[in-house]
C-alpha cells in the first residue's frame, strides 16, 4: 500500500508475523481437530484485524494528504489575494483552524467510511475559505477599478478644465 509509511508498514508487517507465528503455535498445541480449527479460525482472524488497520491507517494518511493539500492550496490562493495583512492573516488562521479540526477527527476515525466522510467534510470546509478569497479578492479588484476610473475621469476633467480655462 503506497499511502503507507515504511515505518507504517513495517510495524504491520511484524504484527501480522506475530499472529501467524501464534496461530503456528496454537494449532501445533491442538490435542484435537476441533482445537485445530479454532486456532485456525482464530489466527485468521487476528492476522485480518491487522490487515483491516492497515486499510484504515492509509485510508487516514490519504485524507491527510488531501487536507494538506486543500490548506496549502488556499494559503497560496489567500497570499496573492491582494487582501489586507490583517484579513490575509485571519483567513490562514480560519485554514488552519479547519485544516486541524479535520486531521484531529480522520485521526480519531475508527472505520474507512468515517476517515473518508471527515475527510470530505474537512476538504469542504477549506475550500469554502478558498471561495470566500476569491469573492473578497475579486470585490477589491472591482472597487480598486472603479476608483481608478474615477480618478482618472476626474483627472481628465480637471485638465480639460485648464485647458478650456
Known sequence: NTSLTTA??????????NAA???????????????????EDAGTANIAAVSDAAKLQAAKN????KLDEAKDATIAQIKQSGLSADRQTALINAVNEAHDTAVDQVTADT????????????VNTINGIAG????????????????????????EAAKNDINNN
Open 8 to 17: 507504517q508498514k513495517d510495524a504491520y508487517k511484524v504484527q501480522i508475523t
Open 21 to 39: 507465528t501464534d496461530a503456528k503455535n496454537d494449532i501445533n498445541q491442538a490435542t484435537n481437530v476441533a482445537d485445530v480449527t479454532t486456532a
Open 62 to 65: 490519504d485524507g491527510i494528504a
Open 111 to 122: 472505520t474507512i467510511a468515517q476517515a473518508n466522510q471527515d475527510t470530505t467534510d474537512g
Open 132 to 155: 470566500t478569497v476569491t469573492e473578497e479578492s475579486e470585490a477589491l479588484q472591482a472597487a480598486q477599478e472603479t476608483a481608478q476610473n474615477a480618478i482618472n475621469a476626474a483627472a
